[in-house]
């Protein structure tokens, strides 16, 4: 068996959920999620997000979690050692490298856009106030079009994710989850409660929960079915490297619902704050990815007590990059350790310099290099499109068809320790619902669904 020498394991099931949600609540649950039910009418966006979570994420979160537990150690040896016991290919630890590289590419952009939000958090800080609507797209102008002020941002950023994954996976990983997570959901109460007094909240929950069955079309199914696999860190090798430092004993099925209850709550919490202020204060919700760049500085700016306000929401939304981005580094880090039996911090250190150059470029491919395209797109936006839409939804197809088809009732229903009814639900919905559900995603992706449009 390739088997590692020694494994850390959480100090209990809790530092493993608190870790998991960790990696799953950041910049997709917050930035790109109020902007997707921005732009793509609210409510439908919605529902549709949380019948994926349901059927495609939850059972995909817990196969993950199942191979990491079983396969005892970094993406590419767990494939290789359950690969091994359930008389598999050793092929499939192509699977554990596409997540491994994967992570790192989505890292290098992950860390730019967290430098954004940095950025802003220092402004809100020294008090630097946006009056206008015009104002405020010119400051995100401004910084697009500034590479070293975004650089210096984003090495800060990646220099504080690899700084705590240098430490251990208790030491620096659990420890930093188990400071920022609560303070994240304090903040985010915080925050709700004061866009219900701020905002408009009664025109937040219309937008958001007010089913009309007019806006479903396929495009918003489709586009929420990959929303659901972001925000849930799939198919990456993150959740499965977390899940191999799981015990023996914890219930898979248990701990992957509290993951994806509270991942789904944080999305709808924020959206709640952040359109209580986007419709309190009379701004536009469809404006795209610049949602909460341009809207929210705008609202904070007219509000009383909205420098506090601005810090806190920064804050909030950086510690939820914070612990996403330590558990992009770990996969690779996991793996140069126990492959090469090098020193964590060396690992660490080492793969995020590769990240950071690449980051750099990423820094930019808005302004000088914005002339270098791959088809049609920016590096940004070319990484984003190929790791999200892409990778993420082929290495989630293979591990549906790996758990569900490859390795085998009985290992499988051994880890998964589930009920006899539950079982056959979860396997069926494994082996049917989530593939079917990821080619849907995958044509539309490639365009060939738009003709349904
Ligand atoms: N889920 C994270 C977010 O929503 C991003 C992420 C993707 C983290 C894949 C790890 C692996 O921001």
Redesign the pocket.
């Known amino acids: 068996m390739n088997q590692p020498v020694s494994r850390s394991t959480w100090t209990n099931r809790w530092a493993f959920i608190l870790v998991t949600i960790g ?8 930035w ?1 999620f109020s902007y997707l039910v921005g732009a793509k009418g609210g409510s439908a966006f919605v529902l549709v997000y949380l019948c994926c979570v349901a059927l495609i994420g939850l059972p995909l979160l817990m196969a993950e979690i199942l191979i990491g537990r079983r396969g005892r150690g970094n993406p590419v040896a767990a494939m290789l050692n359950t690969a091994e016991e359930t008389g598999n290919s050793s092929w499939w630890a192509l699977l554990g490298w596409v997540g491994m590289l994967g ?1 790192l590419v ?1 890292l290098s952009y ?1 860390s730019v856009v967290a430098g954004w939000i940095a950025d802003y958090l220092y402004q809100a800080a020294i008090g630097v106030r946006v009056e206008t609507a015009a104002a405020a797209a010119q400051a995100f102008a401004d910084l697009e079009r500034d590479p070293l002020r975004m650089g210096f941002w984003h090495t800060v950023f990646l220099a504080l994710s690899v700084g705590v994954t240098a430490r251990g996976v208790v030491a620096g990983i659990e420890v930093a989850n188990k400071i920022m997570m609560p303070s994240l959901f304090l903040i985010l109460v915080l925050l709700t409660v004061w866009g219900a007094v701020a905002g408009d909240m009664p025109a937040a929950l219309h937008f958001m929960y007010d089913f009309k069955i007019k806006a479903l079309t396929p495009g918003v199914v489709l586009s929420a079915m990959g929303q659901a696999f ?10 499965m490297t977390y899940g191999s430092y799981l015990d023996k004993e914890a219930r898979i099925g248990y701990v992957s619902l509290w993951v994806a209850v509270a ?1 789904s709550l944080v999305g709808l919490l924020s959206g709640m704050a952040i359109f209580s202020l986007t419709f309190g204060y009379g701004l536009d919700p469809s404006v795209g990815p610049e949602l909460i760049l341009q809207a929210l500085p705008l609202a904070f700016a007219h509000m009383p007590g909205g420098q506090l306000v601005a810090v806190l929401f920064f804050v909030f939304v950086l510690f ?2 914070w612990t ?2 330590i ?2 580094l770990e996969p690779f880090v996991s793996w140069l350790t126990e492959r090469y039996g090098i020193h964590r911090a060396k690992a660490a250190w080492g793969t995020g310099v590769p990240v950071w150059l690449l980051g750099l470029a990423v820094c930019m491919s808005f302004s000088r290099w914005s002339d270098f395209t791959m088809f049609g797109r920016n590096l940004f936006d070319a990484l984003d499109q190929c790791a ?1 839409n892409v990778m ?1 939804p082929l290495s989630g197809l293979a591990i549906a068809i790996y758990v569900g088809w490859m390795m085998g009732r009985a290992p499988v229903r051994d880890e998964m320790k589930l009920g006899v009814r539950a079982f056959p639900l979860w396997f069926n919905v494994l082996r049917y619902v989530v593939p079917v559900g990821i080619v849907l995603v995958f044509f539309h992706v490639l365009g060939l669904l738009d003709w349904l449009k």
């Open positions: 990696s799953a609540v950041g910049l997709g649950n917050i790109k992570a989505i992950y972001f925000s849930l860190s799939l198919g990456m090798g993150a959740i991942g939820a990059a996403s981005a558990s992009l999200t993420m």
